[in-house]
């Protein structure tokens, strides 16, 4: 991660374009320029995101079935990053709480930021998540990183939904 120095008048208009708390400075521009990543020919402009794998998984007698949460969690930030490891990256990077980071590549991250975070590796991805947290810091986990992946509302409020359906 690079510091780089602003102008105040910039800082607001970034600050003034938030849509949520805790929304980073690089998501905010990454949304207002719509870029996704660097490659070697310049900018590459971002594609929507294909949630198609993510409904169908919110949707189906597997994940509906499942009575632990804390699986249903993991299935959705694996899904997630198979949609579009690059975008998961770039919000996972920013997805913290004020004294704990709740994604990383390795467990000590997450175990230096809490005494019990209980670390999950996310199932095919190079991701560990803290599962000691409770379903509504689950939920904004989730719906942080999705908002930040630029995932439609719609979906984030079905994905939600089915997340804590019985």
Do not use: W
Not at 97 to 104: N, T
Not at 117 to 144: C, D, F, G, H
């Amino acid at each position: 991660m690079k510091t780089i120095e602003i102008d105040d008048e910039l800082y607001q208009y970034i600050a003034s374009k938030t849509e949520h708390i805790g929304e980073s400075a690089s998501t905010i521009l990454r949304r207002l320029l719509a870029v996704d990543m660097k490659s070697e020919t310049g900018v590459v402009v971002s594609q929507p995101l294909d949630s198609s794998a993510l409904i169908t998984l919110v949707n189906s007698d597997d994940f509906l079935s499942e009575k632990k949460l804390v699986n249903r969690f993991l299935s959705i930030l694996s899904t997630l990053y198979l949609c579009n490891q690059s975008l998961f990256s770039v919000a996972a990077a920013s997805l913290h709480g004020s004294k704990r980071r709740y994604l990383a590549k390795d467990e000590q991250t997450l175990l230096r930021s809490g005494n019990n975070t209980k670390p999950k590796q996310i199932p095919s991805t190079p991701y560990m998540v803290i599962t000691n947290s409770n379903t509504a810091r689950k939920i904004y986990i989730i719906e942080l990183l999705m908002r930040n992946m630029q995932i439609s509302e719609q979906i984030i409020d079905l994905v939600k939904k089915q997340f804590i359906a019985k």
